[in-house]
C-alpha cells in the first residue's frame, strides 16, 4: 500500500477507536499516522516495506511526546497480566518513535 494509504487506514482506525472510548488503540493509531505523515517519502526512503526506518521525522518533539506516553503506558499496563498484548504494543511504539525521532 501507498504512504497515503497507510495514512488513510490509521485514521479511520482511530476514529472508531475514539467513538468505541478505546482511547489507548486511538493514540497508537494516531502516532502511526504521524510516523508516517512526518518521515521522509523519497525513493531512497520509501525502498522498504515500511517508510519509518531511518532518524529524521518532522517534530521530534511530539515523536518524544507519544513515546514517553507508551512507556507510561507500558508500566500502567505491567501490572495487569492479562494485558500482555498491550504492553507488547506500547513497548514496540515507543521503541519506533524514539528510534525515528
Given at each position: 500500500?501507498?504512504?497515503?494509504?497507510?495514512?488513510?487506514?490509521?485514521?479511520?482506525?482511530?476514529?472508531?477507536?475514539?467513538?468505541?472510548?478505546?482511547?489507548?488503540?486511538?493514540?497508537?493509531?494516531?502516532?502511526?499516522?504521524?510516523?508516517?505523515?512526518?518521515a521522509?517519502?523519497?525513493?531512497?526512503?520509501?525502498?522498504?516495506?515500511?517508510?519509518?526506518?531511518?532518524?529524521?521525522?518532522?517534530?521530534?518533539?511530539?515523536?518524544?511526546?507519544?513515546?514517553?506516553?507508551?512507556?507510561?503506558?507500558?508500566l500502567?499496563?505491567?501490572?495487569?497480566?492479562?494485558?500482555?498484548?498491550?504492553?507488547?504494543?506500547?513497548?514496540?511504539?515507543?521503541?519506533?518513535?524514539?528510534?525515528?525521532?
Amino acid at each position: 500500500l501507498s504512504p497515503a494509504s497507510w495514512l488513510t487506514l490509521f485514521l479511520v482506525l482511530a476514529t472508531c477507536a475514539l467513538v468505541r472510548r478505546r482511547y489507548d488503540i486511538a493514540v497508537a493509531s494516531a502516532a502511526m499516522a504521524y510516523m508516517l505523515a512526518a518521515a521522509q517519502h523519497d525513493a531512497h526512503h520509501m525502498s522498504g516495506p515500511w517508510v519509518v526506518h531511518t532518524p529524521g521525522l518532522a517534530l521530534p518533539a511530539v515523536a518524544c511526546v507519544l513515546a514517553g506516553y507508551f512507556v507510561l503506558y507500558a508500566l500502567w499496563t505491567v501490572r495487569q497480566p492479562a494485558r500482555t498484548p498491550r504492553l507488547v504494543m506500547a513497548l514496540g511504539m515507543s521503541y519506533m518513535l524514539v528510534m525515528a525521532a
